[in-house]
C-alpha cells in the first residue's frame, strides 16, 4: 500500500467567515499521513465534528482545532510528528496573541502507539486519540476545553463511527465519484517488522448492515466506485442482517445488488486468506474490478519466515495462477520490504526472480526500518543502509520496467473508464481504467461519474492518455 500525506479541506472552506465562528462555526485543519485507512478516517473525523460547528480550512494558521493524523509504519515517525508539532506550537501562540483559541489533537497510528509521552514532550497539545476513538472527538474536545488534555487509545468494541446520522455521512460523499470503505481493522497476524497489529489491535470487522447503509448513502450523493478498505481485507468476516457469518465475497455479491454502485475494489489483501470463494468472484461479479493488491514482501522462503508471513514463495505462485485462471487479465500489484534482518544477494535475488515471474502492473518498496517493540527490531543481523539503498535501487528498476511495458500493452485498446474528475488541462477529464490506471481525455464535464469506453492512444509515466470511442458533447 502506498503511503503519502494529504492536507484535507472541503471545497466550500473559503466561504466560511469569521463572521461564522462568531455564530458557533469554527474551522477544522487535518493533515494525515500513512495509508488509505488514515485517508478514510480523516473524512470520517470531518463528518464527526460537521455537527459540532466544524467546517474545514485549507489554512492550518486559521484553524480552531488541528488535527495531526500520524502513522507510525516508518522509523523516525515519532520523531517527525513531534516537529511538526514544534511548528503546530508556534502557530497556536500566534493566535492566542490575536486573543484567538487552537486546540492541538493528534490522531492516528503515532497516538496510539506514545500516548500521554505525545502531551508529556509537548505540552501545547490538548488531546491525543487513538484509531478506535474517533467518534469520541466531540466528547473528548468538550472535556479538553473545560479539564485540560484528554487522552484516549482504549480499544473499544463498538462500531467507531456508527453513530454518524445519515446527513453527516452523506455530506461527505458529495466530494467525489471514487469512495474508500473501512470494513475490517486491525491484523492478528504479526509479521516480524510491522507495528499495525499494536497499533490498530485485534483484528474486527464491521457488521455487513452498517456497511451496506454506509455505501448507500455514499451512492445516493453520487459515489460510484468504492474501495473496500482493511489491513487484512480479504480475512473480513462480519455478521449480516440474520446474523449469520458473512466473509468478503459475500459481501461483495450484496454491495454489488445496489443500483448505482458501478465498481468495488478492496484492499488490502493478505495471500493465505484469497479463499476459493474470493477468487470465484472475480470471475462472477462484474462490479468487482480486476485489480488486486496482495503484498508478499520477498521472494525468499528463509526471509519469508523470518518475517512470519506464513507462507512461502511457492504459495503466492500458486494464489497468481488460482486467480489468473478465472481472470486472466487481473492487474497484480505488491509491497516489498528490502532489506529485512538476515537479508543475503541470494535472497535479494530470490525476490527480483518472483517479480520476474509473476509481472506486476505496479509495485511499492520499502526499506526495511527497525520499529521498536516488533521481532525484527532484536534482530541482530540488520542490513547496512548502503547495501538496502544499492538493492532498492535494483528492484526499482525491474519494477519500473514492468510497469511502463504494462502501461504500454494498454495503447491500442477500448477500455470502459469510470470518470472521476476534472483532468490536469482545459477541456479534459480524468478517470480510472478496470486495472487502477488513470486515464486524461479529452470530454465534457458532465461524462463526470459514468463509464464511457475509451481508445488508449499513449502512455506517461503516471498515466494514460485516450479518445471517447464516440463523440459526446
Ligand atoms: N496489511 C497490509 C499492509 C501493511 S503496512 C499487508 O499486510 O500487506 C504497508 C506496507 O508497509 C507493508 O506491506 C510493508 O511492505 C511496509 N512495512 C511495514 N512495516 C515496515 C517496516 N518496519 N519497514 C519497512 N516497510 C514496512
Ligand atoms: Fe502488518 Fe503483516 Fe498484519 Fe499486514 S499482515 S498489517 S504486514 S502484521
Ligand atoms: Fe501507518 Fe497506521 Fe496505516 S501505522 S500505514 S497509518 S495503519
Do not use: W
Request: contains cysteine; charged residues 25%.
Amino acid at each position: 500500500m502506498n503511503t503519502f500525506t494529504s492536507d484535507r479541506s472541503a471545497p466550500d472552506a473559503a466561504a466560511v467567515d469569521r463572521a461564522e465562528i462568531k455564530t458557533g462555526r469554527r474551522k477544522l485543519f487535518v493533515k494525515s499521513y500513512g495509508c488509505q485507512m488514515n485517508a478514510y478516517d480523516a473524512t470520517r473525523m470531518a463528518d464527526v465534528l460537521a455537527p459540532e460547528g466544524y467546517d474545514e480550512t485549507t489554512d492550518m494558521a486559521d484553524a480552531d482545532l488541528v488535527i495531526l493524523n500520524t502513522c507510525h509504519i516508518r522509523e523516525r515517525a515519532a520523531e517527525k510528528v513531534f516537529s511538526e508539532l514544534g511548528k503546530v506550537r508556534v502557530l497556536k501562540e500566534e493566535r492566542a496573541a490575536l486573543g484567538l483559541d487552537m486546540k492541538i489533537a493528534v490522531a492516528g497510528c503515532v497516538a496510539q502507539a506514545e500516548g500521554a509521552e505525545i502531551i508529556r514532550r509537548q505540552k501545547a497539545v490538548d488531546l491525543v486519540i487513538g484509531p478506535q476513538n474517533y467518534h469520541r472527538l466531540p466528547e473528548m474536545l468538550r472535556r479538553a476545553e473545560k479539564a485540560g488534555a484528554v487522552i484516549e487509545t482504549e480499544f473499544p468494541i463498538e462500531d467507531k463511527f456508527d453513530h454518524l446520522v445519515a446527513p453527516a455521512r452523506a455530506k461527505v460523499a458529495s466530494r467525489g465519484v471514487a469512495a474508500f470503505v473501512t470494513i475490517q481493522e486491525g491484523c492478528d497476524k504479526f509479521c516480524t517488522f510491522c507495528v499495525v497489529p499494536y497499533t490498530r489491535g485485534a483484528e474486527t470487522s464491521r457488521p455487513v448492515a452498517r456497511i451496506i447503509e454506509e455505501a448507500q448513502h455514499l451512492v445516493a450523493a453520487g459515489v460510484r466506485e468504492i474501495t473496500l478498505l482493511g489491513q487484512n481485507v480479504n480475512a473480513f468476516h462480519g455478521s449480516d442482517e440474520a446474523g449469520d457469518p458473512c466473509s468478503l465475497p459475500g459481501l461483495v455479491i450484496k454491495l454489488s445488488r445496489i443500483p448505482g454502485l458501478l465498481r468495488l475494489r478492496y484492499m488490502t489483501s493478505h495471500p493465505n486468506d484469497m479463499t476459493d470463494e474470493l477468487i470465484a468472484a472475480h470471475a462472477s461479479e462484474a462490479a468487482l474490478m480486476p485489480f488486486l493488491h496482495l503484498p508478499v514482501q520477498s521472494g525468499s522462503d528463509r526471509i519469508l519466515q523470518a518475517m512470519n508471513r506464513k507462507h512461502r514463495a511457492s504459495d503466492y505462485f500458486d494464489v497468481v495462477a488460482r486467480i489468473r485462471a478465472v481472470r486472466p487479465d487481473i492487474a497484480l500489484s505488491s509491497d516489498f520490504i528490502v532489506g529485512f534482518p538476515g537479508e543475503t544477494e541470494g535472497d535479494f535475488q530470490a525476490t527480483l526472480d518472483l517479480i520476474s515471474r509473476v509481472g506486476f502492473a505496479s509495485c511499492y518498496f520499502f526499506k526495511y526500518s527497525i520499529r521498536p517493540g516488533t521481532p525484527g527490531a532484536e534482530m541482530d543481523n540488520q542490513v547496512p543502509e548502503a547495501v538496502k539503498a544499492e538493492r532498492l535501487a535494483r528492484l526499482q528498476k525491474l519494477a519500473d520496467g514492468q510497469r511502463h511495458a504494462y502501461n504500454k500493452s494498454a495503447v491500442g485498446k477500448i477500455m470502459p473508464v469510470l470518470f472521476e474528475k476534472k483532468g490536469r488541462h482545459p477541456g479534459q477529464i480524468a478517470g480510472k481504467t478496470p486495472y487502477l490506471q488513470t486515464v486524461q481525455v479529452d470530454g465534457p464535464e458532465h461524462l463526470i461519474g459514468t463509464i464511457v469506453d475509451v481508445e488508449i492512444t499513449g502512455t506517461s509515466t503516471n498515466s494514460l492518455f485516450g479518445k471517447l470511442v464516440e463523440q459526446v458533447s
